[in-house]
């Protein structure tokens, strides 16, 4: 019965899991994004894909990449050098909101295509090329644990571990992207400094930036509605 086992190869694809497993690790998702004390920890990875975002369209758009910092906080900066306006600053301020839910659609997308092994394996890959330019011990330490784990699970787990594992972080990148949008809007809400992206994004385009923030809720709400459609099979 050679013939019905799964393909295992980088491109090959694996079977679907259960609805009810789908179900589940969005629910386990969404334990880690909403309850306010759990997100302070959690929300760590979402600053490794907001920062990456930043830095990753940074060097698409020909700017040069000095570095990435992650904080306690879970906050992080990052540092690229270029001209100061034009379209590849504008695009490489924007990319920090929106590469969490970004991201998560396009690992939807694969796992719709059942490409469980592909989507395991381009994380690691871009955890580690993210981990080159990281310039502080904190963010080292986040961004290697986060490599770690997905190795570990790539490496030493079942297929269907690997694809419940491959499904919760999906869902958390659909969730947790959404939630950073409204928290930025009750942080200019209640004091505004003036140093966020959509303030940065307001400055560089004379776009007011309610509609950046607009444009961030947009993108993290839509990529949830289109994810979690692709993941249930809708």
Known sequence: MADEMPDLHLFGTQAAPAQWLVVVTGIAALAVVLPHGVWRVSRNAITIA????????ALLTGRRLDGIRLHSDTSG??????????????????????????????????LAAHHVTLLLWLATAL??????????????LTVVLSGAAFLLVSWLTSPDVQSAFAYAVVWFLLLGGVRPAFELQ??????????????????????????WLFLFHAVSICSLIGGGRWLLGL
């Open 50 to 57: 907001h920062e990456g975002g930043h830095g990753l369209v």
């Open 77 to 110: 900066l990052t540092v690229s050098r270029g001209r100061p306006t034009g379209l590849g600053m504008i695009l490489t301020a924007a990319a920090g909101y929106t590469a969490p839910p970004l991201l998560g659609l396009g690992g939807a997308a694969l």
């Open 127 to 140: 955890l580690l090329a993210m981990l080159v330019m990281i310039r502080n011990a904190y963010g080292v």
């Open 186 to 211: 009750a942080k200019r809400r209640r004091h505004n400094s003036g140093d966020s992206d959509a303030d940065q994004l307001a400055r560089l385009t004379a776009v007011p930036p309610a509609l």
